[in-house]
């Protein structure tokens, strides 16, 4: 028995000494949302925690609209207390972090420690930074024409031998769809085994940056048509190299190319795969005329978005993060941070500047008349939630919610079920509707 509790207390020991480096933070007012004129008081700091590399350092940024205004080094479980005067409408936040003693992101186990909170003021009064152009519906109305002159078929569809959760009650099919432009639409389309004619639903999901394949969406299609489409219009479920090639080759860097040209830049021909997706969609027998809804993280977020201005048949519009949005933050006075792909900082190529105006989902927004759920991260430096606040506010009406994760990093509010549970719910409420 003694052996026992030796070893048992060794084993306590070890747990109790694996302690977790750990981010802490706090704002007051306790909020998302603060008023002009509020102070707004924030204390944070990094525990030591264990696996700390020697040469690693605990900084602090300070940040208003995504520029920074503050900045300096802390010790371990060291305090920083911070004081800011909300004067005009924005986007406050701290951010910790640890760096390497030549300033570079550190890992601590396997890594990359970082976090923070923040909060928006008076975000009804953020505004746009650049106006809308006054040809921006004509431009998108011929895109949609063009569009319609290639007749919505299938090219393929290749039923998947599908083993993972749910795979007694779904059918998976992986399909190409006919589409102008460059590449047809590819996707993966989920939906319940034996679904009558007109009995279903039908949500269109859109990927987040990167080159991947769409995958099954089973936990949607026990009840509705699931259609994931591939961003960048790729073969789905290849091998590894595959993805790597068209990483490294075609698709290098693909979100900056032919960026001078409205009708050459890479997300052109994505947008009109957005509209093509909802077409096919509508197609299917199964589909009850009534329910679509379109959802999207990231990337995926502005090609829901995208969607919802662009078919007023959507009945539903979810934009976690979405990216593209407020091009032209970064050349405002004073500046703010502007939404990925971060078209320009320093470059201010007309051509470019022109261009990005038809890809700012602050200009599809109006177009918007379905309900719509939109989320930002107040510490997400990816999607400048400043941008992410100039869209919201862009949609006509009051059937509209904003979501905002006070401590969220751009993956936060993504991942956060429990964050994420008021429009969750929503989507499977109207899916019964």
Not at 153 to 176: C, H, M, N, P
Request: charged share 20%.
């Amino acid at each position: 028995m003694k052996k026992v509790l030796i070893l048992f207390f060794v084993f306590m020991a070890v747990i109790l000494s694996a302690a977790p480096v750990q981010v802490i933070s706090a704002i007051t007012p306790d909020a998302t949302v603060v008023s002009s004129g509020t102070v707004i008081r924030f204390t944070g700091k990094i525990t030591m925690g264990d696996n700390v590399p020697e040469n690693a350092k605990v900084v602090y940024e300070e940040f208003f609209n995504g520029i920074r205004t503050r900045n300096g080094d802390l010790a371990f479980d060291e305090n920083i207390s911070l004081e800011y005067q909300a004067d005009e409408p924005g986007w406050y936040m701290v951010r910790l972090s640890i760096i390497s003693q030549d300033n570079k992101p550190l890992m601590v186990g396997n890594q990359y420690i970082s976090g923070g909170r923040g909060v928006m003021i008076d975000p009804q009064n953020i505004q746009i930074s650049y106006p809308r152009p006054a040809d921006f519906d004509e431009f998108w109305n011929s895109r949609r024409a063009l569009l319609d002159t290639v007749p919505v078929r299938e090219l393929e569809r290749r039923q998947i031998d599908y083993r993972g959760d749910f795979a007694d009650r779904v059918v998976v099919y992986d399909v190409k769809v006919d589409c102008a432009g460059s590449k047809p639409v590819s996707g993966i389309l989920t939906m319940p085994k034996d679904a009558a004619e007109r009995s279903l639903p039908a949500i269109v999901h859109f990927q987040g940056a990167g080159v991947h394949s769409a995958t099954p969406t089973a936990h949607y299609a026990l009840g509705a048509i699931s259609f994931m489409i591939n961003a960048n219009g790729n073969e789905n479920l290849r091998e590894k190299a595959y993805y790597d090639a068209l990483r490294n080759g075609e698709l290098r860097n693909y979100m900056q190319k032919d960026k001078h040209d409205r009708e050459k830049f890479h997300f052109h021909d994505m947008f009109l795969r957005v509209m093509r997706a909802l077409d096919y969609v509508k197609s299917l027998p199964q589909w009850n005329g009534r329910i679509l809804v379109v959802s999207g993280g990231s990337q995926g977020g502005a090609q829901a978005i995208v969607a919802a201005a662009m078919d007023p048949q959507v009945t539903l519009m979810i934009a976690e993060v979405p990216a593209m949005c407020d091009h032209y933050g970064y050349l405002m006075t004073p500046r703010r941070r502007q939404g990925w792909p971060w078209l320009y900082y320093d470059n201010r190529n007309p051509a470019v500047i022109e261009t990005a105006s038809y890809y700012d989902m602050v200009n599809f927004a109006s177009r918007i008349s379905c309900e719509s759920f939109i989320t930002a991260g107040m510490t997400d430096m990816i999607c400048s939630p400043v941008g992410v606040v100039c869209v919201f506010n862009a949609i006509p009406g009051a059937n509209k919610r904003l979501l905002i994760h006070p401590t969220g990093d751009h993956v936060g509010p993504q991942r956060d079920a429990v964050f994420r549970r008021t429009w969750v719910n929503r989507m499977f409420a109207h899916f019964k509707e």
